[in-house]
C-alpha cells in the first residue's frame, strides 16, 4: 500500500491510522460491506487473508475466501469471480459512498482501544514496547503509535467524522488510491491436492538416498558421530554454573496472601418482584464501565437437544441477524459508535466440589462495555438484542454456520493440541468435559455440519429449537449482574430499569429430555487429516491423590523439564504440555506438531519415573514461584472482575484459595513423589485411561502395527477432514 502524496511516507501517523479505521470499516465486524459481501456472494465458506498487515516497512492489505468449491469449473474461473466480488464492493463504495454511520463506528471502535488498551494478561508495557516498534525498527519516531491523539482529530476533521456534516469522502478516496488505482497486488489460489503428502515424502525419501548413495562411508561416519554428539548434549543437563548465572526470585519473596478483588453482594429488586444479583467491583477502569449479564442454563429444565444450540444462539444474541427493528448493518454501526463492545457466548464450568462429574454449570453471559456517560446507550442496545433477537432468517443462519464450520476445521491443525486435550478429558471425564466437547471440539464440528443440512431441509424446525431455548434463558429470575467499574453504585437504576425489559420467568416448558452424559465412546481414538504431524493426547483420572496446591507446581515441573527435553527438545515435537483439573482429578498430556506418536505416549507413560528422582532445593522453589506466578497473572481491572464474578459462579471461596496458596507454598519433594506415584498407577492400568491422537492416516497406519503402550491396533480410528 503506497501512501498518496499528501503522507510524508508509510509511517506517517495520520496514513497509519487512517489505514487501520478503513480496515475496520471494510472487514471489521459481520457487517463490514466487503467482508459481508464476500459471505453473502455464497462463493466460500470464510473471509480469509487478515486485512491489513502494518508490521512491516511497508503496509499491505490482503483478503478472500476459504472453502471455494471447485467442482467442474476452472480454478482461474471460480478465482476471478472471487475477485469480481471484491473489485465491484471496492468500486460500489467509492461511487456511492460508505455510510456515514458505519465511518463513526469504526473510528470510534479503533479509539476506544487505543485508549482502552486492553491487553489481557500480557503486560501493557511490552505491549507499548510493540506498537513503537513498528515505527522504531525502520528508525522512524517510536512514540508516534502510541501519541495517536493528534493524528486521530485530524482523520475527524478530514472525513467529518461526528461534526453532523455530509461525509468529506476522505475513506473513498482512500480506497480509490489504495487498492483501485494500485497496480502492486496479486492473487494467490491454493487447492487442496489429493496423495500430495505421501507425493513429498517420496520426494524426499528419494532425494536423501541420493545424497547418501555419493558420500563416502567417512562422511556417513561423521554425520553419525555429530548425532551421538547431539544427543549427548540433548541429554546433559544444564551446569549450576550456567544456571547460576540466571537472576532468581527466592521464596522469600512470594506475597503470602492471596490478592482480593473488592466484590460487594447487592440485590436489586425488579418491577415484576424477582430479586436480581449484582456482583459489584469497585475498580479504577479508569471511566470504563464493564458489565455482564449473565444468564443461568438450567439443565434440568431445559430440553438436552437445546444445548449444542448455545454457540450459534449466542452469535444471534450478539446481533449477527439484526433485531426485529435493526438489521444487522444498523445493529452492528449502532454498537460501534456508541460503546467500546458487545459479545455473547456460552461458558461450562463445574462447581468448585471434589467429586461433582455429574454436575455442570452452564450459563450465557453477555458482556458490553461503554463510558460511563454512555452507559444508558449500552443498557438499551443490549435490551435490544436479548428482547427482540430477529431470529428467522435462514440464508443468514446457514452463512453462520459454514463460517462456523471453516473457523473449526482451520483450527484443527493450529490447535491440535486443545481438541486432543478436550477429546481424552471427554472420553474419561464428568458433564462438564461432555458439554465442552459437545459446544467446542470435534463433537461440536460434527454437530454444526449435521445443523447446516437440517437448517437447509427443515428451517421451521430450528427456529423452533431457537425460540424455545430463547424463551428459556433470557428472564429476570436466571439473571446474575457483574458490574466493574468506579463507584459502580451510579450504575443500578439504569441497571434496573433495563432488566424490568426482560420477561420475570422462563415460559414452561413441556416436559424436557434430561441432559446425561451418553453416547460417549469406550476406546481410545486415532482422528485422521491431511497433515504431516500428530497431536498426542492422553488423559484419565488421577487414583489416590488428594487435591493439594503443589499440584501446580508438578505439572509446571513436568511441562517444562521431562516433556520439554524429551518430547519437544528430542522428539522434535513443537511443544508438550501436562494439564490437571484439581476438582475432577482429571490429568491429560498432549503435544503439539509432533512427528513421534508411540514414543511421546512412552515419554507420557515414565512421567512417574521422572518424578521419582531427588529434586534440589534450587529447582524446587523454582517450580513453586513458577506457578504463583501462574496464580498472580497479571489482569487488568475488567479480567479481575470477570474473574471474581466466574469464582462466585463456581463456589470458590476467598479462604479456599488462600488454603490453596498456602499449600502451593509449602510444597515439598515428598509431593512430587506422591504425585508420580499416582500418575504410575494410573498409567499402568489401560483401562483407566484414554489416548486420543490426531493426525496423518499414514503415521496413524504405523502405529497400529506397532503392539505398544495402549494397543494402538485396538483404537477407534475414523476420518474428521
Excluded at 177 to 204: I, R, S, Y
Excluded at 313 to 341: C, F, N, P
Excluded at 582 to 594: C, I, N, T
Aim: aromatic share 6%.
Amino acid at each position: 500500500l503506497h501512501p498518496p502524496k499528501e503522507y510524508t511516507d508509510s509511517h506517517d501517523q495520520v496514513y497509519r491510522l487512517a489505514l487501520q479505521i478503513l480496515d475496520h470499516i471494510l472487514l471489521g465486524t459481520s457487517a463490514s460491506p466487503l467482508k459481508k459481501a464476500l459471505l453473502e456472494s455464497g462463493l466460500g465458506a470464510g473471509v480469509v487473508g487478515g486485512g491489513l498487515e502494518e508490521h512491516l516497512l511497508q503496509p499491505a492489505f490482503s483478503v478472500g475466501l476459504t472453502g471455494v468449491d471447485m467442482g467442474q469449473a476452472e480454478a482461474e474461473a471460480q478465482t476471478k469471480k472471487v475477485e469480481e466480488v471484491i473489485l465491484a464492493t471496492l468500486k460500489d463504495l467509492v461511487a456511492n459512498g460508505i455510510h456515514p454511520d458505519t465511518v463513526e463506528a469504526s473510528c470510534n471502535t479503533i479509539e476506544f482501544s487505543k485508549r482502552e488498551l486492553n491487553t489481557g494478561r500480557f503486560p501493557r508495557g511490552l505491549a507499548i514496547l510493540f506498537n513503537s516498534l513498528t515505527n522504531w525498527n525502520y528508525g522512524k519516531d517510536p512514540v508516534a503509535p502510541i501519541a495517536f491523539s493528534e493524528g486521530l482529530q485530524t482523520i475527524k476533521d478530514r472525513a467529518n467524522i461526528g461534526n453532523g456534516k455530509s461525509s468529506s469522502r476522505f475513506f473513498e478516496n482512500l480506497i480509490q488510491q489504495l487498492f483501485l488505482d494500485n497496480q502492486h497486488c496479486v492473487t494467490v489460489t491454493m487447492k487442496p491436492q489429493q496423495g500430495l503428502t505421501a507425493q513429498q515424502e517420496a520426494e524426499d525419501k528419494k532425494q536423501l538416498e541420493e545424497l547418501v548413495a555419493k558420500m563416502g562411508q567417512a562422511d556417513l561416519t561423521e554425520i553419525s558421530n555429530v548425532e551421538g554428539q547431539l544427543k549427548e548434549a540433548q541429554s546433559q543437563p544444564d551446569s549450576e554454573e550456567a544456571l547460576a548465572t540466571i537472576p532468581r526470585l527466592q521464596l522469600t519473596d512470594m506475597p503470602k496472601t492471596t490478592t482480593k478483588v473488592p466484590r460487594e453482594e447487592q440485590t436489586v429488586t425488579t418491577s415484576s418482584g424477582v430479586p436480581v444479583t449484582v456482583l459489584a467491583h469497585d475498580l479504577n477502569t479508569n471511566g470504563i464501565a464493564y458489565l455482564d449479564w449473565v444468564f443461568n442454563v438450567d439443565l434440568k429444565a431445559i430440553d438436552a437437544k437445546l444445548i449444542p444450540l448455545l454457540p450459534l444462539y449466542s452469535k444471534i444474541l450478539s446481533g449477527k441477524l439484526g433485531t426485529l427493528k435493526e438489521t444487522e448493518v444498523e445493529m452492528q454501526q449502532r454498537i460501534g459508535r456508541l460503546t467500546g463492545g458487545v459479545s455473547v457466548s456460552p461458558v461450562i464450568t463445574r462447581p468448585a466440589l471434589i467429586g461433582a462429574d455429574d454436575q455442570a454449570i452452564v450459563k450465557l453471559i453477555v458482556s458490553g462495555k461503554a463510558l460511563t456517560s454512555g452507559l444508558n446507550n449500552l443498557y438499551d442496545i443490549v435490551s435490544d438484542l436479548l428482547t427482540i433477537p430477529n431470529m428467522d432468517n435462514a440464508p443468514r443462519v446457514e452463512q453462520l454456520l459454514k463460517e462456523s464450520i471453516a473457523g473449526k476445521e482451520n483450527s484443527l491443525l493450529p490447535a491440535g493440541h486443545q481438541y486432543v486435550s478436550g477429546r481424552v478429558e471427554y472420553l474419561t471425564g464428568g458433564l462438564e468435559e461432555f458439554l465442552a466437547e459437545q459446544m467446542g471440539g470435534f463433537e461440536s464440528l460434527q454437530f454444526v455440519k449435521n445443523l447446516q443440512k437440517q437448517v437447509s431441509s427443515d428451517w421451521n424446525s430450528v427456529l423452533g429449537m431457537l425460540k424455545q431455548l430463547h424463551a428459556q434463558v433470557v428472564c429476570q429470575s436466571s439473571l446474575l449482574c457483574n458490574v466493574t467499574v468506579n463507584n459502580p453504585g451510579q450504575t443500578f437504576n439504569g441497571l434496573t430499569n433495563m432488566i424490568n425489559r426482560f420477561p420475570a420467568q422462563p415460559e414452561p416448558a413441556s416436559t424436557p429430555t434430561p441432559l446425561v452424559r451418553q453416547g460417549v465412546p469406550t476406546t481410545s481414538e486415532a482422528i485422521t487429516l491431511p497433515a504431516q504431524v500428530n497431536y498426542v493426547g492422553l488423559g484419565g483420572r488421577l487414583p489416590n491423590w488428594k487435591r493439594h496446591g503443589s499440584e501446580l507446581a508438578i505439572t509446571h515441573y513436568i511441562t517444562t523439564t521431562w516433556l520439554w527435553d524429551q518430547v519437544r527438545v528430542k522428539g522434535g515435537a513443537y511443544g508438550s504440555m501436562c494439564g490437571f483439573s484439581s476438582y475432577s482429578q482429571l490429568l491429560s498430556f498432549a503435544s503439539y506438531r509432533d512427528p513421534g506418536l508411540l514414543s511421546t505416549l512412552d515419554n507420557y507413560k515414565s512421567t512417574s519415573t521422572f518424578l521419582s528422582a531427588p529434586l534440589s532445593d534450587q529447582v524446587l522453589s523454582g517450580c513453586i514461584i513458577s506457578a504463583i506466578g501462574k496464580l498472580d497473572s497479571h489482569q487488568l481491572p475488567n479480567a479481575k472482575g470477570y474473574s471474581s464474578m466466574l469464582r462466585y459462579i463456581k463456589g470458590e471461596s476467598e479462604q479456599a484459595r488462600q488454603e490453596r496458596r498456602e499449600e502451593l507454598l509449602g510444597t515439598t519433594s515428598q509431593h512430587f513423589t506422591q504425585f508420580g506415584e499416582s500418575v504410575e498407577q494410573l498409567l499402568v492400568d489401560p483401562a483407566a485411561y484414554r489416548v486420543a491422537v490426531l493426525g496423518g492416516k499414514e503415521g496413524i497406519a504405523e502405529a497400529q502395527k506397532c503392539k505398544n503402550f495402549s494397543e494402538p491396533e485396538a483404537w477407534n480410528v475414523w476420518q474428521v477432514l
